[in-house]
């Protein structure tokens, strides 16, 4: 009984991660148990099995990777099931072959080169050519297609047109011969492996898309290490390996992602071993972690995320003034918080960047507890006398109910009133992707890259559901990004994206609140988990296995 998902991306310049993460987790007194005894395991890896995971996240409303955001309940799911041309492992800090067996990146940083495998087949045995990615990263940017990461390809030549309908194809996605793929940017950007290696960049098969219709969704075709097999709604997906799988066949027989929102249904059900890993939420962690049963059983890792309530600034409201969203910032001691509610278990949020991102910034301008300068801000914005805030969350420990409600106290110190609305995770994410909302609990994250983490969630380019559900626009900021993004000077580009979350954390569209500690928790026989920093979810489930001779 098991279960787990991919892995996920960064750019060319980031070696200096591995660095930055072997020093974070001194400073963060991070514990890898489990890394550690991965690499003293001298069991040889077999085959069969099957890994049942826990889905802490809801039901996904849909697996159709152009249609889907970067929502944890549908990715760590899709990493598996598609297969983009090259892979990011976020552990050893570096892409990887994938789709493509090799690429080549011209000097002026604009012409990508991909030469694809030879033999790489989709579920359905049809063998993958170059023409499939071109008709994929076309049905992302097709207006029709809706596609919330469309978004993330307007920097390929022609896609402008494409879209706006003066042409029929995007000139910069050429196909030279089945096996060659050939990409031109419009200007330089080092973040564009990093998008390269996302589900929803990996190839489809046109003729299985057209047949299902808005099947697909439901009954996913992919090239991936893993095959969709069977989806029980609101209650568990299930993927079976891919005895075709161009890297071999998985070592694992079949995986189980079973949906169990309820943390007392997930406790029992590990304990009577109906499932073989979970995610620990916080009132999990201590117990877990401070228990020697479990000491070679726990991975562990600072991950790139970071937790925080979302002002959206296209909803008229007191937040529209930049004044209100710095006193909140202001008025929330975010570390008894973190102490009381999250057990401990998250690192206190000085900006967007986490502490294990290259570029982090310990001098960026940050908000301490000072509920005086707080009260003096509302004041000055016109708001002595308090408004009414309506927060939408999810039950999430760790950014939903329990931690608005330890937040509300104070806001109400300062005049501010609280109203909750509790949702699902999947129509949080739907909301904030429509921007149904004023006021929301959420968290973010997952790329190494710094110029692609703030690009994501603060340039306009991605207003809305491509990332910037804020709907923070501010120019200065979208011209650092830019200027980061297409350097090839580290130097430089640490320099920019600095620049650019100063200048994001003095306007506030977040109230910042942690970096989130992942923490999974695993049966004695599963082996081949990893501490992956961008989403402990994503596991290289192909490095995954079962040894029978533990259960």
Known sequence: MRGKASI?????????????????SSESSTTTSSEEASTKETGKPTYGGTLVRADIYGDPQNLDPAIRSHGTNTSMITWNIFE??????????????????????SSDGKVYSFTLRKGVKFHNGREVTAEDFKYTLERVLAPKTASPNAGSLTGIAGSQEFMAGTSKEVTGIKVVNPTKLEITLSKPDNTFLTIMSLPFTGALPKEVVEEKGEKFGQEPVGAGPFKFSKWVRDSEIDLVANEDYYAGKPYLEKVVYKIMMDQTARDNAFASNQIDMMVLGDAQYKRYATDPTFKSQIVEVPELFTRNMKFNLEKKGPWQDVRVRQAINYAIDRDTIIGSVIQGKAYSALGVLPTS???????????????????????????????????LTTSHPAF???????????????????????????????????????VAM???GGSTNPVEYLSRYFHSKNDGA????????????????????????????ITDIQKAEDLIVKDAPWWFFNYNKAVIVHQKWI???????????YQDLTKVWVDESQE
């Open 466 to 493: 491509s990332g910037n559900t804020s709907h923070y626009n501010n120019q200065a900021v979208d011209v650092l990004l830019d200027k980061a993004s297409e350097t090839t000077d580290d130097k430089e580009m």
């Open 442 to 444: 959420s968290s973010n």
């Open 8 to 24: 996920f991306k960064s750019l060319v310049v980031m070696l200096v991660l591995i660095l930055v993460l072997s020093a974070c």
């Open 400 to 438: 939903g109910l329990p931690a608005v409600e330890a937040l509300s106290g104070y806001l109400e110190k300062i005049g501010i009133k609280v109203k909750t609305e509790q949702v699902d995770f999947a129509t949080l994410t739907d909301r904030l992707n429509s921007g149904d909302y004023e």
């Open 527 to 537: 082996k081949g988990l990893q501490p992956v920093p961008t989403d402990i979810d």
């Open 357 to 391: 991102i290259q570029g982090f910034n310990k001098g960026v301008t940050t908000y301490k507890y000072n509920p005086a300068k707080a009260k003096k801000l509302l004041a000055d914005a016109g708001y002595s006398g308090g408004f009414t805030l309506n927060i």
């Open 84 to 105: 983009p041309l090259v892979r990011y492992d976020a552990v050893k800090g570096k892409f990887t072959p994938a789709n493509a067996e090799s690429w080549d990146i």
